[in-house]
């Protein structure tokens, strides 16, 4: 069954403007992980945030957990044409905690 | 740097046919991972793999087995290939507790 869900599906902006992503998810988790996928490629990881934290930091990136409501945003500031890809985010549960769950993914255009 | 390594990007096979799919990571990484990812569906595990010679079954096992015989290296087996196997295959490792890293994937095409 699906654990995470992003939203929205897809999101178009120009090159410099922030794009927030959402995901949310059912059941209760260890943690959550951001994954990016550029077209045609495997998927890397961009940052994990445990579910005893509330927001983590990486370099432009800013993500949040609300463990109340079951939901996860990730923020790209100041985004570039390179930051075009789809992004995903992947839950685990609190048993069998190697075994991730991934949404559909957030399909991310910027626009020069 | 963790690398994953497909054996193919991409191939085609025939219905019915025995298809091996071979993944390769050079980090002693004790978990690995085959999932497909489909338009619309995104990335589903087929199974997974915490030790040599041990299996478990994801969400979507039918169809596929899978081999562990060293621990660098992590098999996928369609036993008789049919075409809703058509897909991206990915796969993926870990440490424990680890992020995964994956693999550029491999797109087979069953005809």
């Known amino acids: 069954s699906q654990q995470g869900e992003e939203d929205p599906q897809a999101l178009s902006i120009q090159e410099g403007e922030n794009a927030t992503m959402n995901c949310s998810y059912k059941?209760?988790?260890?943690?959550l992980q951001w994954y990016r996928q550029n077209s045609g490629r495997g998927l890397v990881h961009l940052i994990l945030?445990?579910?005893?934290?509330r927001e983590k930091h990486s370099g432009r990136l800013r993500v949040t957990l609300d463990t109340s409501k079951k939901s996860s945003s990730l923020l790209i500031t100041a985004s570039r044409a390179a930051d075009t890809a789809s992004y995903f985010c992947?839950?685990?549960?609190?048993?069998?905690?190697?075994?991730?769950?991934f949404g559909q993914g957030t399909r991310l255009t910027i626009n020069p | 740097d963790v690398k994953v390594t497909q054996s193919s990007r991409y191939l085609v096979k025939r219905t019915g046919e025995k298809v091996f799919l071979e993944c390769v990571q050079d980090?002693?990484?004790?978990?690995m991972f085959w999932y497909r990812q489909d338009p619309g569906l995104g990335l589903r595990l087929i199974y997974f793999?915490?030790?040599?010679?041990?299996?478990e079954k994801g969400d979507i096992p039918e169809g596929y087995s899978v081999s562990r015989e060293k621990k660098e290296r992590f098999s996928l087996i369609l036993e008789s290939a049919s075409t809703n196997q058509t897909s991206m295959y990915l796969c993926?490792?870990?440490?424990?507790?680890?992020?995964?890293?994956f693999g550029d994937g491999t797109r087979l095409s069953i005809l």
């Open positions: 993926a490792s870990s440490s424990q507790g680890g992020s995964q890293h």
């Open positions: 059941t209760s988790i260890n943690n």
């Open positions: 945030i445990r579910s005893n934290e």
């Open positions: 992947a839950t685990d549960g609190i048993q069998g905690a190697q075994k991730l769950v």
């Open positions: 980090m002693d990484h004790e978990n």
């Open positions: 793999s915490y030790d040599v010679k041990m299996k």
